[in-house]
C-alpha cells in the first residue's frame, strides 16, 4: 500500500468522528429545537423569559467556548467528572455542547415558522373539534416542516463544517489528523479534507432538493 | 323551544366594549342574517359562539343546554370546550382549507380524527373510515365538486375552496351552520356559486347563522334579519320588516347605501 492510499485511510476514519457528531446532534437538536422553541413562546411569562435569555447566551457565545466549558466546567467547578475518560468522553462532551447550540438556533427557525402558519389554520382545526396536539400533528407541522426547509438547510450544512470544532477538546477528527502530517511538513492532506465537506454538502444540497419537490405538491 | 339562544353576551378588547349586551334566539331550521358595517361586532358575536372568543358576560344555550356561561367559564376543561363547539359549525371569510390535503380529505380529517374515540374503531375501522368517505363525498357532490375531490386547495378557484369549506363544516353534522362573511374574498361570479350552496341548504332547512354584507341575499334566504350597529341589536325582525320597513334612523341610513 502506498503512503497516499494509508493517509486517505486515516483521514476517512477521521472524517466518521465529524459525521458521528452531525448525525448525533441532528438526531437530538431537532426535536429538543421544538422544546426550546415552545419554552420561548409560552404564555408562562417567566418561562418565556427564561428560554429567551438562555438562547440569547447560547447564540452569543462561541459554540467552540461552548465545547470547552461544557468539558471542562464540571471538573474544575465541581470536581466531577460526568463525561467518562478518553475520547469517548469528548465527543459525548462535544456533542452535548452541540446539541445545545443547535437547539437554540433551530429553535428560533422553529418559531418562525410556527408564527408563519396562518393563525386561520389553528382556528379552523379548533372549530372542526381537534385537539391542540391533533392541530399540530395534523394541521400545522408540514406546512411548517415546509416553510422552515431552506433555513434548515443552511443551519445543516453550517453543522458539518462546525464539526471541525471537536478538536478543541482534542478530539481526533479530520482536520486534525491533516494538521499533524502538516507539522511533519506534509501539507496535501489539509487540502484535501476539503474534498470530504464539499461531497458531504453536495450530499446534503441534493437531499434538501428533493425534499423541498416531495413537498411540492401543496402551496401554502 | 329554539335551538339557539344567546342571553346578553359581552365582550370587550382591552377598554373597547366590542359585544355590548347581544341577545336573540333561533328555531331550529330557520337562518338568521346579521348585517351590520364593518367594526359592528358581527364577526366577533359569531366567533364567540364557535368559542374562538371568550365572551365576558353571558350565556349561550344550545337546545336548552348551557353551553357557555361565563359565570362559570373556569369549570368549563378543554374537551368541554371542544364537545360544546361541535354544536357549530364555522365557515371562513377566506376559507382556512388545510393546503396540505385533498378536498375530500379536507371534509374527512376531522371526522375520521373523532372516530378514534368510538368505542368500537378499532374492530371495525375499515367500514367506519368507508362509512366517512362516503359521506365526504356525497357531501362535496351535493355542493357541486364531485370532479374535483382529489384536488389540493391551491388547484382550486375561490369558490370552490369555500364550497369545499362548506362540505367540510356540514360533515360534523352541527346544529347551526354559521357563516362569516363567506363571499367577501370571492369575486361577483364566484360569489354567486357560493350563495347558490348556501340557498340550497337553507331550502333544506338547515340552521343558519350568516354574517354578511349582501343585502339581497340576506333578503331573500333568511328567515329573519339582526342589524347590528357599535356592538349592539339595532333592529331584528322578519326581512320584510328590517330591509323593506326599518323602524331605526340608524338601520335607514346603513340600507339607504345599497
Not at chain 1, 426550546?36 to 417567566?46: D, E, Q, T
Request: charged share 20%; glycine share 8%.
Amino acid at each position: 500500500m502506498n503512503a497516499a492510499t494509508v493517509i486517505f485511510q486515516r483521514l476517512s476514519e477521521s472524517f466518521w468522528l465529524n459525521c458521528k457528531l452531525f448525525g448525533l446532534t441532528l438526531l437530538f437538536s431537532v426535536p429538543l429545537g421544538f422544546v426550546v422553541a415552545f419554552g420561548s413562546m409560552s404564555r408562562f411569562k417567566p418561562l418565556a423569559w427564561l428560554t429567551r435569555t438562555f438562547v440569547w447566551a447560547i447564540r452569543g457565545t462561541p459554540l467552540m467556548l461552548q465545547v470547552i466549558i461544557i468539558y471542562f466546567a464540571p471538573g474544575l467547578l465541581f470536581e466531577m467528572t460526568p463525561w467518562g475518560s478518553g475520547s469517548s468522553g469528548r465527543l459525548v462532551a462535544c456533542t452535548i455542547a452541540f446539541v445545545i447550540n443547535y437547539a437554540c438556533y433551530f429553535s428560533e427557525i422553529y418559531r418562525g415558522g410556527i408564527e408563519a402558519v396562518p393563525r386561520g389554520q389553528y382556528e379552523a382545526g379548533k372549530v372542526l373539534g381537534l385537539t391542540k396536539s391533533q392541530i399540530f400533528f395534523r394541521v400545522t407541522l408540514l406546512q411548517l416542516v415546509k416553510g422552515i426547509l431552506p433555513p434548515m438547510g443552511n443551519e445543516i450544512i453550517t453543522l458539518i463544517k462546525d464539526t471541525a470544532l471537536a478538536r478543541i477538546i482534542s478530539n481526533k477528527e479530520i482536520i486534525m489528523m491533516a494538521q499533524e502530517y502538516a507539522s511533519k511538513g506534509l501539507i496535501w492532506p489539509l487540502f484535501s479534507t476539503a474534498i470530504y465537506f464539499l461531497v458531504f454538502v453536495g450530499g446534503l444540497t441534493l437531499l434538501f432538493g428533493w425534499i423541498e419537490k416531495k413537498m411540492d405538491y401543496f402551496r401554502v | 323551544m329554539p335551538v339557539l339562544e344567546v342571553q346578553s353576551i359581552k365582550k370587550s378588547f382591552g377598554a373597547v366594549e366590542v359585544l355590548k349586551n347581544i341577545g336573540f334566539s333561533l328555531e331550529k331550521g330557520q337562518s338568521l342574517a346579521v348585517i351590520g358595517s364593518s367594526g359592528s361586532g358581527k364577526t366577533t358575536l359569531l366567533r364567540c359562539l364557535n368559542f374562538l372568543e371568550r365572551p365576558d358576560g353571558g350565556r349561550i344555550l344550545v337546545n336548552g343546554k348551557t353551553v357557555f356561561d361565563a359565570a362559570a367559564v373556569k369549570s368549563q376543561s378543554e374537551a368541554q370546550i371542544r364537545q360544546n363547539r361541535l354544536h357549530f359549525g364555522l365557515v371562513f371569510q377566506n376559507f382556512n382549507l388545510f393546503p396540505q390535503y385533498t378536498a375530500l380529505q379536507n371534509v374527512t380529517l376531522a371526522q375520521e380524527l373523532l372516530a378514534r374515540s368510538q368505542p368500537d374503531y378499532q374492530r371495525s375501522k375499515k367500514a367506519i373510515l368507508e362509512e366517512i368517505r362516503t359521506r365526504a363525498q356525497g357531501l362535496l357532490a351535493s355542493v357541486g365538486l364531485s370532479n374535483r375531490m382529489d384536488n389540493y386547495p391551491h388547484q382550486l378557484s375561490g369558490g370552490q375552496q369555500q364550497r369545499v369549506a362548506i362540505a367540510r363544516a356540514l360533515a360534523l353534522q352541527p346544529d347551526i351552520l354559521c357563516f362569516d362573511e363567506p363571499t367577501s374574498a370571492l369575486d361577483p361570479e364566484l360569489t354567486g356559486e357560493v350563495l347558490g350552496v348556501i340557498r340550497s341548504l337553507a331550502e333544506r332547512d338547515t340552521t343558519m347563522v350568516i354574517v354578511t354584507h349582501e343585502m339581497a341575499f340576506a333578503r331573500d334566504v333568511s328567515d329573519c334579519i339582526i342589524f347590528m350597529d357599535d356592538g349592539r341589536i339595532v333592529e331584528q325582525g322578519t326581512p320584510d320588516q328590517v330591509i323593506n320597513h326599518p323602524q331605526m334612523e340608524r338601520t335607514k341610513a346603513f340600507l339607504s347605501r345599497f
